[in-house]
């Protein structure tokens, strides 16, 4: 129970660090594609999930635009039920979106699942060993679980540098992450 405090308390300061980051620099997104390592650009016709940023995470379309320009295939993650992992689905820039769960924007119903090798994905708050922290209902823990046991993902989450804490708070079933990338750089989990 203490972890949970733990991490409400975190969320709380997290969200404060965020939207205060979001707010003093609206070219911060523009900015992930100079800092996003070549270690891990996406290759020739491989699948990127990415997300579409609500409130003020930071803004992936940049970044994910560039690699669409660079012929690797997009997905945006759909909500599928409680808890369950979510699916991704294929999404190219001006298709058209429709309103999910939690009123995100999401491919309909019709476009194809795919399975990505490099999952996106927004976070409240991170350290250097990758940890992250959410919203609190799994849906990305679950996920990324899902991906690993049918093979290699990359998992990314993007964030202001004003989200990074000296350390997440974290419980059983959260899964860290592979790199993280902010405005600032690039940092690979444990590194």
């Given at each position: 129970?203490?972890?949970?405090?733990?991490?409400?308390?975190?969320?709380?300061?997290?969200?404060?660090?965020?939207?205060?980051?979001?707010a003093a620099d609206p070219e911060a997104a523009a900015r992930l594609t100079e800092t996003f390592p070549d270690?891990?650009?996406?290759?020739?016709?491989?699948?990127?999930?990415?997300?579409?940023?609500?409130?003020?995470?930071?803004?992936?379309?940049?970044?994910?635009?560039?690699?669409?320009?660079?012929?690797?295939?997009?997905?945006?993650?759909?909500?599928?039920?409680?808890?369950?992992?979510?699916?991704?689905?294929?999404?190219?820039?001006?298709?058209?979106?429709?309103?999910?769960?939690?009123?995100?924007?999401?491919?309909?119903?019709?476009?194809?699942?795919?399975?990505?090798?490099?999952?996106?994905?927004?976070?409240?708050?991170?350290?250097?060993?990758?940890?992250?922290?959410?919203?609190?209902?799994?849906?990305?823990?679950?996920?990324?679980?899902?991906?690993?046991?049918?093979?290699?993902?990359?998992?990314?989450?993007?964030?202001?540098?004003?989200?990074?804490?000296?350390?997440?708070?974290?419980?059983?079933?959260?899964?860290?992450?592979?790199?993280?990338?902010?405005?600032?750089?690039?940092?690979?989990?444990?590194?």
């Amino acid at each position: 129970m203490l972890t949970g405090w733990r991490k409400a308390r975190a969320r709380k300061a997290a969200a404060v660090a965020r939207k205060a980051a979001h707010a003093a620099d609206p070219e911060a997104a523009a900015r992930l594609t100079e800092t996003f390592p070549d270690a891990i650009w996406p290759p020739l016709h491989s699948v990127v999930a990415g997300y579409f940023a609500i409130r003020d995470e930071i803004d992936p379309r940049p970044l994910m635009e560039t690699f669409h320009c660079e012929q690797v295939r997009l997905a945006l993650p759909c909500v599928t039920g409680p808890d369950r992992p979510l699916a991704f689905r294929s999404w190219s820039p001006g298709d058209e979106l429709v309103k999910g769960a939690f009123a995100i924007s999401e491919p309909r119903a019709s476009a194809p699942e795919v399975r990505p090798s490099l999952v996106l994905l927004p976070l409240l708050a991170f350290d250097g060993a990758g940890r992250r922290l959410g919203f609190g209902a799994g849906f990305y823990d679950r996920t990324i679980e899902a991906l690993r046991g049918l093979g290699p993902v990359t998992t990314v989450g993007l964030a202001y540098e004003a989200q990074r804490l000296k350390r997440v708070p974290t419980a059983g079933h959260d899964v860290a992450l592979d790199w993280i990338v902010t405005e600032q750089g690039a940092y690979r989990a444990g590194a």
